[in-house]
């Protein structure tokens, strides 16, 4: 029997934790395999339905990762010296840290861990394609001359931004992805075109997506999406 249809092994790969851990898990009856608690390293199938209790509190020390939906307004920033901080929208959490920033003015997705791999991996390395997907609307009227421009790359900071897609939503907002994170990017680009970004949102960050939470509102990611976070590289 292969050890990778072992449940210890499934939860390894799935929750990014040590065999220990995994171990600790299941003798500690924290783990459902078809709505039945289970004590031992059994053999799973590819459809079996496996439910984590108590996730909030899988293994000592562990390791979060949270969704914020930062509001207009607020700096980008844990300095508690610093005037409209993020620490009121976050949970108390020892050593977490911003995965990349969004400026005063800008809203939506961001990332926080307590976990320094994640940071290196989505802010480091240089072949990284997560693509990172954003509201705009602009204070003029988009054509077709617009989109073209933005697409294949604008001249900024002394550098081509790399070629992105662009999807227009009406006469004055679009979507854009982008993988690439240059200094106020999408609002340099559109002034080089001569257009002033009047609302900027970042709605999704490779797999992980703002979806409904609410201004203000921070939450722990879910599983999977942890899951897709350590498997990038």
Known sequence: ????????????????????????????????????????????????????????????????????????GVESTLNPDI?????????????LFHIGRLDKESEGLMLFSNEGKIHDKILRNKNQEVLKKYLVKVDSEIDEDFIIKMESGIEILGTKTIPCKLQKLDSKSFNIWLNQGLNRQIR?????????????????????????LEPGKSRELNIDEISYLKNLF
């Open 83 to 95: 005037e409209n901080n993020l620490l009121p929208f976050l949970p108390q959490i020892k050593g």
């Open 188 to 212: 340099r680009m559109c002034y080089k075109l001569g257009k002033e970004v009047t609302k900027l949102k970042r709605l999704e960050i490779g797999e992980i997506k703002l979806g409904d």
């Open 1 to 72: 029997m292969s050890f990778r249809q072992k449940l210890q092994y499934h939860l390894v790969k799935k929750l990014g934790i040590s065999n220990k851990d995994a171990s600790n898990l299941i003798l500690s009856s924290q783990v459902k395999v078809n709505q039945i608690i289970v004590n031992d390293n059994i053999q799973i199938k590819p459809l079996d339905e496996i439910e984590i209790l108590n996730q909030i509190n899988l293994v000592k020390d562990k390791k979060h990762f949270i969704i914020l939906n930062k509001p207009v």
